[in-house]
């Protein structure tokens, strides 16, 4: 049973940092892609970024140059470091993880950014 398990949300004030992490477990996490995506409040989710196993990555264009999307194999581990939110950052990020048509994801973590 693979799963995912992120951390790292919180509030934030505009302009500043968070880092999220995803922690995965049951599965040998370095053959996943794994992708950071979010939902705010009445919007469908979104893709954020995403990276393959073999470390090519895929941004939205709302958060190149201020999003990196990093793993870390020996760790299990997916990380999001976030600089110089805005509130339109605001919302519910999730943790993703593909291989072979399946696809998992976490509980998310909630992002707030104040203006």
């Not at 995403?50 to 709302?62: E, F, K, L, P, V």
């Not at 299990?76 to 072979?100: F, H, I, K, Q, W």
């Amino acid at each position: 049973q693979v799963q995912l398990v992120e951390s790292g949300g919180g509030l934030v004030q505009a302009g500043g940092s968070l880092r999220l992490s995803c922690a995965a477990s049951g599965t040998i996490f370095g053959i996943y892609a794994m992708g950071w995506y979010r939902q705010a409040p009445g919007k469908q989710r979104e893709l954020v970024a995403t990276m393959t196993s073999t470390g090519a990555t895929n941004y939205a264009d709302s958060v190149k140059g201020r999003f990196t999307i990093s793993r870390d194999n020996a760790k299990n581990t997916v990380y999001l470091p976030m600089n110089s939110l805005n509130p339109e950052d605001t919302a519910v990020y999730y943790c993703n993880g593909r291989y072979l048509g399946n696809a998992y994801w976490g509980q998310g973590t909630q992002v707030t950014v104040s203006s």
